[in-house]
């Protein structure tokens, strides 16, 4: 059973940085391209970045791209989200996911993870 389990995230400043985890079980996770989603409420549910099988292509919203940083530890079987600059707009419960088939180069659709964490509260103050 594959199982994806989110940490990290908490209350901080606009400015401050955090690194959300994301620790996998139940797959072969260097063989599998992995996401981060977010979902305000309110809102939709919302791709924030995506990292290819091996690592070495990385994809990042527009609203993020510069300010937070994808990679994944295959040793660890561990997806991290170094989030720096922050922005109460980045304000939301952010989840991790892990593609259905192996050997993929990640995407921005939902329609391509299979498996999700159930999420973790990033809240960033003014």
């Known amino acids: 059973q594959v199982q994806l389990v989110e940490s990290g995230g908490g209350l901080v400043q606009a400015g401050d940085s955090l690194r959300l985890s994301c620790a996998a079980s139940?797959?072969?996770?260097?063989?599998?391209?992995m996401g981060w989603f977010r979902q305000a409420p309110g809102n939709e549910r919302e791709f924030v970045a995506t990292?290819?099988?091996?690592?070495?292509?990385?994809y990042y919203a527009d609203s993020v791209r510069g300010r937070f940083t994808i990679s994944k530890n295959n040793a660890k079987n561990t997806l991290y989200l170094q989030m720096d600059a922050l922005k109460p707009e980045d304000t939301a419960t952010y989840y991790c996911a892990a593609e259905g088939a192996p050997l993929g180069s990640g995407g921005i659709g939902e329609a391509r993870y299979a498996y999700w964490g159930q999420g973790t509260q990033v809240t960033v103050s003014s």
């Open positions: 990292i290819s099988w091996g690592g070495m292509s990385t």
């Open positions: 139940g797959l072969t996770f260097r063989s599998f391209a």
